[in-house]
């Protein structure tokens, strides 16, 4: 486990470095790097601290909050295939957003769009854990949250068909796709403060999450309680998804696949596996951000639709070997 975390830091932190220094203009390293701590007004500080700082900087939070919130759902439902998006918490954000630019919002107000996918995440918090109910357990929290899924999904294409700006409905349409691109501090500050509460709750599950792989009953029995574990894990992904499907949009898979992955490397402990999918997921999202500046820079190819690309062929690679393993 010290081997994988090291591992994982390592990659981590070279990641980020490369996130700084890599990109289509092609500028020297060390120019690149010195230029983040110089007070001036030049081109390069302007670049590496306006556009390639908040940009890798979404990259690292977006991916501790998928791969924690991934690995937490995953371990508190027991189900290697479950998503932090399952409580329908993207969705709703989505949803946020998609009203943000439908109604001009996003246009008039610099933060209208984020703040608005902020509102649509906390809507769902609540309207979740309305349905779910204070004593429902796992499957009644599963059903809510797609029950709430597919009703934000359904009004977000509703407002795509309605319309009436073909400007408008492209915006919306790339939004969703999902990206870093022209990000700046203040979405770097507005998701912050909400990521770390979501990963301070996260944080406090590895003994429930430890304890619900005998069973609910044998996890009553060690002093856990489901009501709040539930609500924990609820409120904490709520936090950290909604706040990274604010600032960059939706991006799959990075939740689903990662905690799946190094499942095998912490002995399918899901305590350990909330803070190696912490790391797994920094990594996954800033490699795929690099790739998609280095490749085809001139067609704004976007974060999410690179990651489902990777994701869902891999996810379904490693479908085939639980299955052929007879698990």
């Known amino acids: 486990m010290t081997r994988l975390m090291l591992f994982l830091s390592v990659c981590v932190a070279v990641l980020f470095v490369a996130s700084l220094v890599l990109g289509p203009a092609g500028m020297p390293v060390l120019d690149s790097l010195s230029a983040l701590f110089v007070q001036d007004e030049g081109p390069l500080s302007m670049v590496m601290r306006e556009i390639r700082l908040p940009r890798a900087l979404l990259g690292l939070m977006i991916g501790i909050s998928l791969g924690m919130a ?149 996890a009553q029995a060690m002093g856990v309680n489901l009501t709040r574990l539930r609500l924990k894990l609820v409120i904490g992904t709520a936090a950290a998804i909604g706040a990274a499907t604010a600032v960059a949009g939706a991006i799959g898979f990075v939740g689903l696949v990662v905690p799946h992955i190094l499942r095998p490397y912490v002995g399918s402990r899901p305590g350990r596996l909330l803070w190696a999918s912490a790391l797994g997921g920094a990594a996954m999202v800033l490699a795929a951000d690099i790739v998609v500046r280095l490749v085809l820079p001139t067609q704004d190819l976007k974060l999410g639709v690179l990651t489902a690309l990777v994701g869902a062929p891999l996810f379904l690679h490693l479908i085939y070997k639980t299955r052929r393993a007879g698990i």
């Open 70 to 218: 991934g690995a937490g759902m995953q371990g508190y439902l027991r189900n290697p295939l479950a998503d932090p998006g399952l409580i329908g918490v993207s969705a709703s954000a989505a949803l946020g957003a998609v009203l943000a630019i439908h109604t001009g919002l996003s246009a008039a107000f610099v933060l209208g769009l984020p703040i608005a996918a902020l509102a649509g995440a906390l809507s769902a918090v609540f309207l979740v854990l309305a349905l779910a109910g204070p004593q429902g357990g796992a499957l009644t929290l599963i059903l809510a949250g797609i029950a709430i899924s597919s009703l934000a999904a359904a009004l977000s294409s509703l407002v795509l068909n309605l319309s009436p700006n073909p400007f408008a409905a492209n915006e919306i349409v790339f939004w969703m796709m999902g990206s870093l691109a022209d990000r700046s501090m203040t979405h770097v500050w507005l998701a912050l403060p909400l990521m770390l509460v979501g990963w301070g709750l996260l944080a406090t599950l590895p003994r429930g999450l430890e304890a619900l792989t005998l069973g609910e009953d044998a």
